[in-house]
C-alpha cells in the first residue's frame, strides 16, 4: 500500500543566483545530480547521497518539501476528506502532475507523481562539510497543531522532548522533519558533525558566513549557521558523542 505521502524526493530551496548557489553547495560537498527534462531551466538537484537538495531559481521564502505520490490524480479527493486545502494543482493530461498545500505554519509541501531525477549511489565512506543529515528544522505556532497535522498524513512520532524548547521529530515518508514550538527562525536543513570546530575553521576559510548559532542547539552544545546563495539556511550541531 502507497503511504500518504508516497515517498520523499527532495528539500527545495530558493537560489538567488542559481549557478553561484549550485557552485557553493559542492563546494560544502554535495555532489551534482543530474536532473530530468520536467522542471525545465532553473532547476538543479545537489545531494550527499542521503538527502536531496532541489535548487530552484528564485525568493521562495521557506524550503518546500517534496513528495512522489503515483497516480496523483486520483489521490486529490483523499486529501480532501482530509480537510488538506489545495494550494495550487497541474493534473491536465498533457501536464506534469503534481500539486501543492501547506502546513499550518505556512510551510509548502508538493506531491509529483513522477521523479524528477534519479537516485545516486550513496557513498557512505564519503559525507559533505556539513556532516550527518539529521532533519529538515522548522519554527511551528503550535506543535500540538502542527503533530496532528503530519500524523493525519500518515507520518510517525519518532522522539520528542521539551529542551531547548518543545520539540517534535517527525518520519515524513523518508524525510525527518524537527518540529520546534519556539520564536520564529528560518526553515532550513540540519545536520550533526563531529569535530565541528574544525569544520567551521575550514568553512570560513573557503568564504562561507558561518555564525556561531542555531536555535536548536541544547544547552551549551556546539552549533552553527552556514549562510550561502540559498534563501535557506544551514544548521551545524556538534555530534553528542563529538569532543568539539
Same mark, same amino acid.
Given at each position: 500500500?502507497?503511504?500518504?505521502?508516497g515517498?520523499?524526493?527532495?528539500?527545495?530551496?530558493?537560489?538567488?543566483?542559481?549557478?553561484?548557489?549550485?557552485?557553493?553547495?559542492?563546494?560544502?560537498?554535495?555532489?551534482?545530480?543530474?536532473?530530468?527534462?520536467?522542471?525545465?531551466?532553473?532547476?538543479?538537484?545537489?545531494?550527499?547521497?542521503?538527502?536531496?537538495?532541489?535548487?530552484?531559481?528564485?525568493?521562495?521564502?521557506?524550503?518546500?518539501?517534496?513528495?512522489?505520490r503515483?497516480?496523483?490524480?486520483?489521490?486529490?479527493?483523499?486529501?480532501?476528506?482530509?480537510?488538506?486545502?489545495?494550494?495550487?494543482? +497541474?493534473?491536465?493530461?498533457?501536464?506534469?502532475?503534481?500539486?501543492?498545500? +501547506?502546513?499550518?505554519?505556512?510551510?509548502?509541501?508538493?506531491?509529483?507523481?513522477?521523479?524528477?531525477?534519479?537516485?545516486?549511489?550513496?557513498?557512505?565512506?564519503?559525507?559533505?562539510?556539513?556532516?550527518?543529515?539529521?532533519?529538515?528544522?522548522?519554527?511551528?505556532?503550535?506543535?500540538?497543531?502542527?503533530?496532528?497535522?503530519?500524523?493525519?498524513?500518515?507520518?510517525?512520532?519518532?522522539?520528542?522532548?521539551?529542551?531547548?524548547?518543545?520539540?517534535?521529530?517527525?518520519?515524513?515518508?523518508?524525510?525527518?522533519?524537527?518540529?520546534h514550538?519556539?520564536?520564529?527562525?528560518? +526553515?532550513?536543513?540540519?545536520?550533526?558533525?563531529?569535530?565541528?570546530?574544525?569544520?567551521?575553521?575550514?568553512?570560513?576559510?573557503?568564504?562561507?558566513?558561518?555564525?556561531?548559532?542555531?536555535?536548536?542547539?541544547?544547552?551549551g552544545?556546539?552549533?552553527?549557521?552556514?549562510?550561502?546563495?540559498?534563501?535557506?539556511?544551514?544548521?551545524?550541531?556538534?555530534?553528542?558523542? +563529538?569532543?568539539?
Open positions: 500500500m502507497t503511504p500518504m505521502l515517498s520523499f524526493l527532495e528539500i527545495g530551496i530558493g537560489a538567488r543566483d542559481i549557478g553561484a548557489t549550485y557552485d557553493e553547495l559542492q563546494a560544502l560537498g554535495f555532489t551534482p545530480v543530474t536532473p530530468g527534462d520536467m522542471r525545465g531551466n532553473g532547476y538543479a538537484v545537489v545531494s550527499d547521497g542521503d538527502i536531496y537538495f532541489g535548487l530552484y531559481d528564485g525568493e521562495q521564502e521557506t524550503a518546500t518539501l517534496t513528495f512522489v503515483p497516480d496523483l490524480a486520483s489521490y486529490v479527493r483523499a486529501l480532501r476528506r482530509r480537510r488538506v486545502e489545495i494550494d495550487f494543482s +497541474s493534473l491536465g493530461e498533457q501536464d506534469f502532475h503534481e500539486l501543492g498545500f +501547506s502546513d499550518p505554519d505556512g510551510h509548502r509541501i508538493t506531491l509529483v507523481e513522477a521523479r524528477t531525477f534519479s537516485p545516486i549511489v550513496a557513498d557512505q565512506s564519503v559525507s559533505s562539510t556539513c556532516g550527518k543529515f539529521f532533519e529538515l528544522s522548522i519554527a511551528v505556532r503550535s506543535l500540538t497543531a502542527s503533530r496532528e497535522f503530519w500524523l493525519g498524513l500518515g507520518c510517525d512520532v519518532a522522539s520528542d522532548g521539551d529542551e531547548p524548547h518543545p520539540w517534535c521529530r517527525i518520519d515524513a515518508a523518508g524525510l525527518a522533519i524537527g518540529l514550538e519556539t520564536a520564529a527562525f528560518e +526553515s532550513g536543513p540540519c545536520f550533526q558533525a563531529t569535530q565541528l570546530n574544525a569544520r567551521i575553521e575550514f568553512l570560513r576559510a573557503k568564504g562561507f558566513a558561518v555564525q556561531h548559532r542555531a536555535p536548536q542547539a541544547v544547552g552544545q556546539r552549533c552553527a549557521t552556514i549562510s550561502t546563495g540559498a534563501t535557506t539556511p544551514f544548521y551545524l550541531l556538534a555530534n553528542p558523542t +563529538s569532543s568539539n
